[in-house]
T-cell receptor
Framework: AQSVTQLDSHVSVSEGTPVLLRCNYS??????LFWYVQHPNKGLQLLLK??????LVKGINGFEAEFKKSETSFHLTKPSAHMSDAAEYFC????????????FGTGTKLQVIP | GAVVSQHPSRVICKSGTSVKIECRSL??????MFWYRQFPKQSLMLMAT?????????EQGVEKDKFLINHASLTLSTLTVTSAHPEDSSFYIC??????????????????FGPGTRLTVL
């Protein structure tokens, strides 16, 4: 079975300060991991993905995440928050190979304070 | 990247009517599509997995007679909410699964999400 835990339901940062959104996963097999962002009343946008290549993954809009197998974590970071980053962020885990079903985290709402 | 479209993006209907939502993979063939439901301020909840040419697999607690899924081709899946009621009002999102090769490593699955359909039942 696979599961994903987003430790913070809500994160608030000041504009220009670093962002850290935490994600821990549980998987019996080698997983693929994704981060998606969802702005209000919008669909999902892929930020970045880990697919067993480089453990440090760079995504769009300055976001990056590091896969740490020993800690079963895939935390999302950004050096400097922008007002447009305010949104809901979802960490998603998927088993590799032929299994297609994914598991969503509960989401983290990022608030950026001017 | 792969593109998935949904139609309509927004629909308002009267209680008791049926609503059909289409999900299309525009530039790739998807043997498997997924339907999710998202309530306000909550995460996505998988409703069913739709395989082309076969019956959909529903998650526990999802009424298959209420949420009819048809996956007639490799690029189209439809979700029909039958006899809709106000409690069915939600954001419905589909995704299409694809298997990719990862630069010499083992293959991995990725789902490409549609933009969602906002259903409001009056």
């Amino acid at each position: 079975a696979q599961s994903v835990t987003q430790l913070d339901s809500h994160v608030s940062v000041s504009e220009g300060t670093p962002v850290l959104l935490r994600c821990n996963y549980s998987s019996s097999y080698s997983p693929s991991l994704f981060w998606y962002v969802q702005h209000p009343n919008k669909g999902l946008q892929l930020l970045l993905k880990y697919t067993s290549a480089a453990t440090l993954v760079k995504g769009i809009n300055g976001f990056e995440a590091e896969f740490k197998k020993s800690e079963t974590s895939f935390h999302l970071t950004k050096p400097s928050a922008h007002m447009s980053d305010a949104a809901e962020y979802f960490c998603v885990v998927n088993l590799s190979g032929g299994y297609q079903k994914v598991t969503f985290g509960t989401g983290t709402k990022l608030q950026v304070i001017p | 990247g792969a593109v998935v479209s949904q139609h309509p993006s927004r629909v308002i209907c009267k209680s008791g009517t049926s609503v059909k939502i289409e999900c299309r993979s525009l530039d790739f063939q998807a043997t498997t599509m997924f339907w999710y439901r998202q309530f306000p301020k909550q995460s996505l909840m998988l409703m069913a997995t739709s395989n082309e040419g076969s019956k959909a697999t529903y998650e526990q607690g999802v009424e298959k007679d209420k949420f009819l899924i048809n996956h007639a081709s490799l690029t189209l899946s439809t979700l029909t909410v039958t006899s809709a009621h106000p409690e069915d009002s939600s954001f419905y999102i589909c995704s299409a699964g694809a298997l990719w090769a990862s630069g010499g490593e083992s293959s991995y699955n990725e789902q490409f999400f549609g933009p969602g359909t906002r259903l409001t039942v009056l």
